[in-house]
């Protein structure tokens, strides 16, 4: 049987892949590991970026592995579900790679991504509710932000299936590409990511977090009591003197992370 998560590290990219067949579901040993692969993504400053895929080519999650169903182990790791649902303070972009169906606690976990990006044959819904259960607490926002409010509505309470080319319409998805492109595209955008100061998007993802659920009126209120931590980190550090240098000069920038 092989591992239920792979770990590849190529350069400052961590590739997480849950592979778990016949349909990537996730038990609370398997939610662990994926923990386990976050923190230590978290942990290591020479990781910038991770991508998160399934196996094969069919499924990415089919969520909770309902076998399960009963069970006492509900210890899902630090991060919560899947590893990310509750990991509110990670400050370095997570990019999903959708190979296929992303179902309930899958989908739960993608919206937790940062990015999504989806092979063309991919397909996202919800099926809880069909199924007696609920979607954790934290989907509801994220869902909403990203999906039009009655087309949200609709998946959560009839299971709504959304395939790639209406995923990419609503903004749900970033790009939608053939299963052979998937990988390389994630890839790609996530050397872009490696190309701009780590400081940077540190800041940016925790504006993020906090800004895109306020009002602008909020948002100034939250940089008045000093929330913006990872902004204030980034102004007046190295990187924010050497690029623009390196603009005026004409080269690349050479980034510390400080």
Excluded at 93 to 118: K, Q, R
Excluded at 212 to 223: H, K, M, N, R, W
């Amino acid at each position: 049987m092989t591992e239920p998560v792979r770990l590849e590290r190529r350069g400052a990219c961590l590739e997480i892949t849950l592979d778990r067949p016949k349909a990537n579901a996730i038990d609370a040993p398997t939610s662990r590991k994926l923990a386990a692969a976050f923190d230590a993504f978290q942990a290591d400053p020479d990781l910038r970026v991770a991508i998160l895929t399934g196996g094969g080519e069919r499924i990415f999650s089919a969520g909770w592995d309902l076998s399960t169903s009963g069970s006492d182990d509900e210890d899902w790791g630090s991060g919560g579900w899947g590893g990310i649902c509750r990991r509110l303070d990670l400050e370095k972009p997570v990019i999903a790679a959708v190979n296929g169906a992303c179902a309930a606690g899958g989908f739960e976990i993608a919206l937790a991504c940062d990015l999504i990006v989806a092979a063309d044959h991919a397909r996202f819904f919800l099926s809880e509710a069909t199924l007696g259960l609920t979607v954790d607490v934290g989907t509801i926002p994220r869902l909403f932000q990203r999906v039009p409010h009655p087309v949200a509505v609709e998946m959560l309470y009839t299971g709504r299936r959304l395939d790639a080319q209406e995923a990419m319409a609503m903004g749900l998805v970033s790009r939608v590409v053939p299963m052979a492109e998937l990988m390389p595209v994630a890839r790609e955008l996530a050397d872009r990511i490696c190309a701009s100061a780590p400081l940077s998007v540190a800041a940016m993802k925790q504006m993020i977090t906090i800004a895109s659920a306020q009002s602008v009126g909020e948002t100034y209120a939250a940089l008045d009591a000093g929330r913006f931590t990872a902004q204030q980190r980034a102004h007046g550090s190295e990187d924010s003197l050497e690029g623009p240098r390196a603009y005026m000069e004409k080269r690349d920038p050479v980034w510390k992370g400080r």
